[in-house]
Structure formats: C-alpha cells, structure tokens
C-alpha cells in the first residue's frame, strides 16, 4: 500500500479551511447574539425611560394643578400625554422582542413573541383609542372656552 502524502496534505488543509469556516462561523453568530441582547436591554432601558420620565412629568403636573385648584382640568390632558409615552413605550418593548427573537428563532421563541406582540398590539390598539377620544374632548372643551 502506497501512501499518498500530496493527497493527505490536501486533505489536510481541507480540513483546517473548514475548521477555520466553521469557528468563523460560530464567532459571528455569537456577535450577533451579543449585540441583539446589547440592543434589547437598551431598547427596554428607553422604554422604561420613557415610562418613568413620562409617570414623573404627570405627577408633577397633576400637583400643581391639584395645588391651584384644577386638578379635574388637568385630568384629561395629564391622561392623554400619559397615554401618549406610554404607546411609544410599548413600541419600543415591541422592537426589543423582535430583536432578541431574531437571533434565536426558535419555534418557541417564535411562538411567545407572537403572543407578546398580540397582547401589546391589543393594548396599543385600545390605548391610541382612548388617546384619541382625549384628543377629541379637549378639543371640545378648546373650543367651548373660544365660544
């Protein structure tokens, strides 16, 4: 039996190239998954920002209106831009899910993001509904005061 060295030294550097494939391979995926989880906690971070500004600056809006006297003036319009933050919040948790999931999408995965999404699309629906009521009323009110 002949051994063929220039065959098992190709055989060789195959093997390193799809070694060298392979790890490449794997350490770009997990860049990705690092940076998906980078970009979800700070897409939450901003959303939880958003939540926390927006809860601060009503509050302070509804003590001072409470200490002149208007707190029920200011329920409506406290209510809308409360309503308002709180819409682009849960857009910005949206954008976080489907930012993890994309990386691993895993039926799983795929099926919790899907339940998540339906359950904010739900919220936001009704949510930007009252939104728009509020819009309404204060217009009215706008325009009851001109009168």
Known sequence: MIFDVSSAASSAGELANQTLSFELTRLVESLLQEFALFLKIILEFIAISIIAISLAIALQQLWQKAKRGRLKDAQ??????????LALSLE????????????SPSWD???RLAAIT??????????????RELEAMNQQIRENAES
């Open 76 to 85: 409506q319009a406290v209510r809308l831009e409360l309503g308002l933050s």
């Open 118 to 131: 339906g359950i904010r699309t739900f919220l936001n629906f009704f949510l930007q509904k009252e939104v």
């Open 109 to 111: 995965a795929i099926a």
């Open 92 to 103: 910005f948790l949206l954008a976080a899910d489907i930012a993890a999931t994309a990386v």
